[in-house]
């Protein structure tokens, strides 16, 4: 079964950066079309951000213009790189496979952003 870690979250003012990395076993990266998922508490877990395996990106309007995402292939590895954070950014971040039938969720990592 697919797993995935992801890592990079922290605590950031708002304006902030950060960069989360999702290591992906096998060669799931290159294959799917992926997800930055994000769970705010209370809310419903969203899609923010997908990548297809040929390189198209696409994103929530929500995040668009400050977020971006990419892959590295080579090292079955994802990014997300979140300049200009607001608050409402604060959420559990995951990725997974950018689809309906997704793969099983791995721990996530915490965003929070706040002054």
């Known amino acids: 079964q697919a797993q995935f870690v992801e890592s990079g979250g922290g605590l950031v003012q708002p304006g902030g950066s950060l960069r989360l990395s999702c290591a992906a076993s096998?060669?799931?990266?290159?294959?799917?079309?992926m997800g930055w998922y994000r769970q705010a508490p209370g809310k419903r877990r969203e899609l923010v951000a997908s990548?297809?395996?040929?390189?198209?990106?696409n994103y929530a309007d929500s995040v668009k213009g400050r977020f971006t995402i990419s892959r590295d292939n080579a090292k079955n590895t994802m990014y997300l790189q979140m300049n200009s954070l607001k608050p409402e950014d604060t959420a559990v971040y995951y990725c997974n496979k950018d689809s309906i039938a997704t793969f099983d969720w791995g721990q996530g990592t915490q965003v929070t952003v706040s002054s």
């Open positions: 990548i297809t395996s040929g390189g198209s990106t």
């Open positions: 096998g060669r799931l990266i290159s294959i799917y079309a």
